[in-house]
Every structure is written in structure tokens, then in C-alpha cells.
């Protein structure tokens, strides 16, 4: 089956920090993929969608300077928050949309998530 | 507007109970899917189930099961014996065409107990 990979897993810093998060299709391409926002005890929630050599779209109220992110080849897209400071502090989650698009059982796939936390 | 409601923001069972998770949603579109994920504690997304809007049918899978019924615009999920692996966080999510992007309710946190 699809396999989407996140790392790291685990993320502490200190406020002031950069920090990358790499999201990678094991098995497939992936034009498109998400990051979503999870603070604790809420829903996912989704910060943007990126597509593969051109510009990700954010959603609204989301910071593009702030959460860099790049998708350079059909299989990483990476998520860098930069300047990261304690409200950053989230579980972050990104997806990558399955080839087969509308077609699949499952249109997107998703990476084990990635935890931060900015001391 | 593309909207899923999940009302109960938690709820505790005793193992071997049934329990019944609602989700409600709204959506203009005709041609939409439904989802149930659950989130364990250590935080990964476990995809459960997908339904499309044209299938009613109920499913069963194991201890699971679904009931859509789009008269209501709801897509409940039983767990039948509950048990303490049971336990986590259950997302109900809708998909459409015209906005591409999986909506996700306000998830239900599940508690097992034995």
C-alpha cells in the first residue's frame, strides 16, 4: 500500500529556532501533498496544500512566511517554521494524495505526524 | 459551506459495552466520501473506513460498523464489545470534488475502560 514517511517524529528547540519537517511518498509519486495543524485536543486542521514544482496554497489565516514550504521533487515536500516560537508548539501532520486520485479508496495518505515543541 | 459535526466531544464505556459515534455533516455537493479515522494516543491517522454518497449500504467489518443514511446527513459508527485498545480519538471527515481537501469534524475521544 501507499507509505508516506515524516521525520522527525519528535522535534524539541528552543524559541528563535528554525525547524524542517520532511514528508515523503515511500512507494508512489505524489504531485500533491497537505500539512495539517493539530493542537492538542482539537481536530486537524489544514495549513496548506502543495503541489509540486510551483507555489503551495495556504489556507487562510496561515502565515506563508512563517511556514515555509517547498516541494521540489514527486516525492518530499518539507515544512520549515521558521523563528518557531512556543505557540508553534502543535502535532503536524502531512498527507500526500494518492495517484489514483479520485478513483483510490483512500485519496490521501497519511505520514505518522510530527511533534514540536519550542521551549 | 462544507462542515462535519461530531457532538460528542468524549465519551467512557466499560470494556464489552456497544458505543455509537455520531457524525453529521453538510455539504451542497451530490457526489461526496465519507471517512472515519481513529488517532491513538501515540498520534498516527488509522484509516477505518470510506463510504461514497451514492452507496447507503451499511458495513460491517469485524466489531465495526456504519450506518449512512443521507436523509439525515450522517454517517454513525459502532463499536460493538468495546475494548480497551478500543481507546483513542475517532475523526469523522468528508471529501468533495469542488473543494479537494478532506474536512475533518471535531474528533470524539473514546474511552475504553476495563
Known amino acids: 500500500g501507499a507509505v508516506v514517511s515524516q521525520h522527525p517524529s519528535r522535534v524539541i528547540c528552543k524559541s528563535g529556532t528554525s525547524v524542517k519537517i520532511e514528508c515523503r511518498s515511500l512507494d508512489f509519486q505524489a504531485t500533491t501533498m497537505f500539512w495539517y495543524r493539530q493542537f492538542p485536543k482539537q481536530s486537524l486542521m489544514l495549513m496548506a496544500t502543495s503541489n509540486e514544482g510551483s507555489k503551495a496554497t495556504y489556507e487562510q489565516g496561515v502565515e506563508k512566511d512563517k511556514f515555509l514550504i517547498n516541494h521540489a521533487s514527486l516525492t518530499l515536500s518539507t515544512l520549515t517554521v521558521t523563528s518557531a516560537h512556543p505557540e508553534d508548539s502543535s502535532f503536524y501532520i502531512c498527507?500526500?494524495?494518492?495517484?489514483?486520485?479520485?478513483?483510490?479508496?483512500?485519496?490521501?495518505?497519511f505520514g505518522d505526524g510530527t511533534r514540536l515543541s519550542i521551549l | 459551506a462544507q462542515k462535519v459535526t461530531q457532538a460528542q466531544t468524549e465519551i467512557s464505556v466499560v470494556e464489552k459495552e456497544d458505543v455509537t459515534l455520531d457524525c453529521v455533516y453538510e455539504t451542497r455537493d451530490t457526489t461526496y466520501y465519507l471517512f472515519w479515522y481513529k488517532q491513538p494516543p501515540s498520534g498516527e491517522l488509522v484509516f477505518l473506513i470510506r463510504r461514497n454518497s451514492f452507496d447507503e449500504q451499511n458495513e460491517i467489518s469485524g466489531r465495526y460498523s456504519w450506518n449512512f443514511q443521507k436523509s439525515t446527513s450522517s454517517f454513525n459508527f459502532t463499536i460493538t464489545a468495546s475494548q480497551v485498545v478500543d481507546s483513542a480519538v475517532y475523526f469523522c471527515?468528508?471529501?468533495?470534488?469542488?473543494?479537494?481537501?478532506?474536512?475533518f469534524g471535531t474528533g470524539t475521544r473514546l474511552q475504553v475502560f476495563p
Open positions: 471527515a468528508l471529501f468533495t470534488y469542488n473543494t479537494d481537501k478532506l474536512i
Open positions: 498527507s500526500a494524495r494518492d495517484p489514483q486520485g479520485r478513483t483510490s479508496h483512500q485519496p490521501q495518505h
